[in-house]
């Protein structure tokens, strides 16, 4: 069943021990970094081979080239929109206990959420493939390309996670222990379509959470596990819904 009751939604989330956010690309589209699928979606103008393993050992000017492009560029420029501020504003209000995002932007931290699970990896460092060394990248001149160790010469690799890459263990942990706990999860901008993370708001489910997505569009998600479908772009829809639970706070 899933109708935009935002008083229903609040109610939800008000009378949750523990509420989680499950957050996807959609949520960092009105900060402008466009998402991966859809019209205008980044995997449809790269090709995604790009973040293969495989690739980026074989061809590491190339990948870098591209990695760099995508994921770096908007590094420092992009910053949070309402959608994120309101999650930091649930948590200041213990409306929210925990984000896991499949973002590596670092917008969650930006916006002031401290309790963020980063399923995917991110961008804040880089590391050798060689001797594991971490560079952060705040200070890195990407340049000569592709980036190297300064120690022992190896491969610098981004800190996020490539296809078929295993999980960051704590991350994995961290954010499936929450699933368990989660009497609410707001599903923030995700199409679902990507295993085992789309697996974390199922878990939810299963265990007996509620289920309330903001998606401007129906996702894998909506028709399975979806109880709640709060419908429109993420700022318009989280402001509202924060401004229902203000409402009904008083
Ligand atoms: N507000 C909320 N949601 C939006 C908005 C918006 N303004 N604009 C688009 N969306 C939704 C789209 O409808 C879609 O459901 O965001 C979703 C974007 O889907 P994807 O680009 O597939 O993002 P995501 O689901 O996070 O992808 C998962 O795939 O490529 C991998 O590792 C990458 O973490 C990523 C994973």
């Given at each position: 069943?899933?109708?935009?009751?935002?008083?229903?939604?609040?109610?939800?989330?008000?009378?949750?021990?523990?509420?989680?956010?499950?957050?996807?690309?959609?949520?960092?589209?009105?900060?402008?970094?466009?998402?991966?699928?859809?019209?205008?979606?980044?995997?449809?103008?790269?090709?995604p081979t790009v973040l293969e393993l495989s690739y980026f050992y074989s061809h590491p000017l190339e990948s870098w080239r591209v990695i760099k492009q995508l994921f770096y560029e908007f590094m420092g420029k992009a910053k949070p929109n309402d959608a994120h501020y309101r999650l930091a504003d649930m948590e200041n209000k213990q409306w929210l206990h925990a984000i896991v995002t499949q973002n590596i932007d670092n917008l969650h931290q930006m916006a002031g959420n401290t309790r963020v699970y980063e399923f995917h990896g991110h961008t804040r460092d880089l590391?050798?493939?060689?001797?594991?060394?971490?560079?952060?990248?705040?200070?890195?001149?990407?340049?000569?390309?592709?980036?190297?160790?300064?120690?022992?010469?190896?491969?610098l690799k981004p800190d996020f996670i490539f296809f078929g890459e295993q999980i960051p263990p704590k991350a994995y942990e961290s954010s499936f222990d929450s699933a368990n706990r989660a009497q609410a999860v707001l599903v923030i901008g995700t199409?679902?379509?990507?295993?085992?993370?789309?697996?974390?708001?199922?878990?939810?489910?299963?265990?007996?959470?509620?289920?309330?997505?903001?998606?401007?569009?129906?996702?894998?998600?909506?028709?399975r596990i979806?109880?709640?479908?709060?419908?429109?772009?993420?700022?318009?829809?989280?402001n509202r819904l924060y401004a229902e639970l203000t409402e009904s706070n008083k």
């Open positions: 069943m899933f109708t935009d009751r935002y008083d229903l939604a609040a109610e939800w989330i008000k009378g949750s021990d523990f509420t989680l956010a499950f957050t996807g690309a959609g949520i960092s589209v009105e900060s402008g970094i466009p998402p991966f699928r859809g019209a205008d979606g980044l995997w449809a103008k790269v090709d590391r050798c493939v060689d001797c594991g060394r971490i560079v952060s990248t705040g200070e890195f001149e990407f340049d000569p390309m592709p980036p190297t160790c300064e120690f022992c010469t190896g491969l199409t679902g379509e990507v295993m085992p993370a789309s697996m974390v708001p199922a878990n939810a489910k299963e265990n007996g959470a509620k289920i309330i997505e903001i998606n401007p569009e129906p996702s894998l998600f909506t028709d979806t109880d709640l479908f709060l419908q429109g772009p993420a700022t318009t829809v989280m």
